[in-house]
């Protein structure tokens, strides 16, 4: 009788055990899961119309790091791809390594109204700042 009871309470020990384990492993931070979805509405493919250069954003984790490729229309390299957020506001850094664009950038926000980036482009080359926007493609 002793050694079914003890079985009894160390099986009973190890089922609570693994239920409190299961249960805060499976606790997210409510700030990571607010990043994620901020950033969720940003990948995709993103035109400049006035002259066809595309933004391929293919991810954003929950740090800001920017998966995207971009072309004008050949591939340049991103040297810095990165979003931030302050308050509701999404904001993307994008800076370029090559030849003729080495420290040209692009400072975006995100509209979500109109489901466009919109911001600055600097041609580092030539020290100019232009406005721009890029669409999504659909």
């Avoid at 997210?28 to 400049?48: D, M, N, Y």
């Avoid at 990165?82 to 995100?110: D, Q």
Wanted: charged share 15%; hydrophobic share 45%.
């Amino acid at each position: 009788m002793k050694t079914a009871s003890a079985l009894y309470v160390s099986l009973c020990t190890v089922a609570i055990g693994s239920v409190a384990a299961t249960a805060v492993a499976q606790v997210v931070p409510k700030a990571a899961i607010q990043t994620e979805s901020a950033f969720s509405v940003l990948p995709g493919r993103w035109v400049r119309p006035d002259g066809g250069y595309v933004i391929n954003i293919r991810s954003v984790d929950a740090s800001g790091k920017v998966d995207a490729a971009y072309a004008n229309p050949n591939p340049l390299p991103f040297s810095s791809a990165e979003a931030t957020r302050e308050g509701k506001v999404i904001k993307l850094f994008f800076e370029l390594r090559a030849a003729g664009y080495n420290g040209s950038t692009y400072t975006l926000t995100y509209d979500p109204a109109a489901d466009v980036l919109k911001g600055v482009y600097f041609q580092a080359v030539a020290q100019q700042k232009f406005d721009v926007y890029f669409t999504r493609a659909r």
